[in-house]
């Protein structure tokens, strides 16, 4: 049976319409916004070119720039259902803002410029007494100028042996020392202090029925130190510096009453031989981690040929002694920032080494020796500007030397300020 001529036409129309769509009714690539144009009424009626009604176009019923509600929707565009409760529902747009803000690089801080300086001194570092044998890495600020009184006494309780081993005193043996010390520093820039440290010191002693007893001055050390680097608030990265000490044979030009060759108890400053000029360096580590400071020190003395009379032997002769390396640890816990209380707990270490790094050997026996002994320090704020520590150092090991306890306690005392304001190193 054949087909009538009207459903043939409908037909091929159908066809066209499906391959040559309205281009209108499709969204652009890049979406624009579309013209304004008055809304048809709905009395009207459009129509395509095949008499049928038109949809609307898709960019009037939802504007890419702004969604279109419920309310506002265009005759004859698909309504969103109702929300509970009343109200128009919103259409979302296509593409919503991301929430997260980008990722800020951090800028590096450099080695011990004004940035780093800025950012230590903007981060947690409260004024407090401090440890009693191990020297800050850190500086005074320019200009400012402090001074430390320290106490040491030193008795001896026994001797140690070769191996290590522990052993009394010598018959008639007796040996005890006072040393009163007097550290000032004094902050030549950012990253350099001045140190001066003179010291007097006291021995009571007897060996064999010779009393050895008075005061006088000790040997005298003085020098530089300059931070290499300045610590990182937000890593590990500790501050470092490095000293530049000479000590001076203060002993022997004033005849102060002390064991030639023999060593004064154990300080904040670098032990040398009595009467021996020394040339010393080292390595000074800070790191603050509230509430706890990290500290290391290493110190390196060349004690430079003398001559001089050794005991038990008569006339002088060229004494030669082998270097010092001294080691120190420390931590500190700050449990109250306004008072300054807190704890710390110090290693010290001290070895006496079978060589010189000039090359002569040692002349004294025994060439070697080492020391170390342990101490827990206390320290609180007696004003703003006056800091108190104390405690007392206790052996731990030993050999080819005396065991003594050493009770300690310092007076810190802030003079200058920058700005009118009292800062710490």
């Not at 043996?173 to 040393?179: D, F, K, N």
């Not at 170390?372 to 609180?380: F, G, N, V």
Request: contains cysteine.
């Amino acid at each position: 049976m054949g087909r009538s001529p009207g459903r043939a036409i409908v037909g091929i129309v159908a066809v066209l319409l499906f391959l040559f769509p309205d281009r209108n009714g499709f969204a652009d690539s890049t979406p624009m916004a579309p013209a304004p144009s008055p809304s048809p009424s709905s009395g009207e009626k459009t129509t395509n070119a095949a008499g049928k009604k038109a949809s609307p176009s898709p960019s009037r019923c939802i504007s890419p720039q702004q969604p279109a509600s419920l309310s506002t929707s265009p005759a004859g565009c698909p309504s969103a259902p109702p929300v509970p409760g009343g109200g128009s529902a919103t259409v979302s747009p296509a593409t919503k803002p991301s929430g997260k803000k980008p990722r800020l690089e951090k800028h590096a801080l450099s080695r011990n410029g004004a940035d780093a300086l800025d950012a230590y001194r903007h981060t947690w570092n409260p004024i407090t007494g401090g440890p009693e044998f191990l020297p800050l890495a850190d500086t005074l600020p320019e200009g400012e100028f402090n001074a430390r009184m320290f106490f040491y006494s030193r008795f001896t309780e026994a001797q140690y042996t070769g191996s290590g081993g522990i052993t009394s005193l010598p018959p008639g043996y007796y040996q005890t020392q006072l040393l009163l010390l007097g550290a000032m520093y004094f902050g030549l820039s950012t990253n350099d202090e001045l140190l001066l440290l003179p010291s007097m010191i006291s021995t009571f002693s007897s060996t064999s029925g010779v009393n050895l007893d008075g005061t006088g001055f000790n040997d005298f050390t003085f020098g530089l130190k300059h931070r290499w680097v300045i610590q990182d608030p937000d890593s590990w990265r500790p501050s470092i510096s490095t000293p530049f000490l000479i000590t001076l044979p203060t002993t022997t030009w004033f005849g102060t009453p002390v064991v030639k060759g023999g060593l004064p108890p154990i300080s904040v400053v670098p032990s040398t031989h009595f009467g021996s000029p020394a040339f010393t360096t080292g390595l000074f580590l800070r790191k603050n981690r509230k509430p706890f400071r990290f500290l290391g020190d290493f110190y390196y003395t060349f004690n430079a040929p003398n001559s001089g009379v050794v005991p038990g032997r008569s006339g002088k002769q060229l004494i030669q002694y082998g270097d010092l390396a001294q080691y120190r640890m420390g931590v500190e816990q700050v449990f109250d920032d306004k008072t300054g209380f807190g704890g710390i707990l110090e290693f010290v270490g001290l070895s006496g080494l079978p060589f010189s790094i000039d090359g002569i050997a040692p002349t004294l026996h025994p060439t070697a020796f080492n020391l170390m002994a342990m101490q827990p320090t206390i320290e609180y704020n007696l004003t703003p500007r006056l800091m108190f520590s104390a405690g007392v150092l206790l052996p731990v090991f030993g050999n080819n030397e005396y065991l003594a306890v050493t009770p300690n306690f310092s007076l810190w005392y802030y003079w200058g300020a920058v700005d009118g304001k009292l800062m710490p190193r």
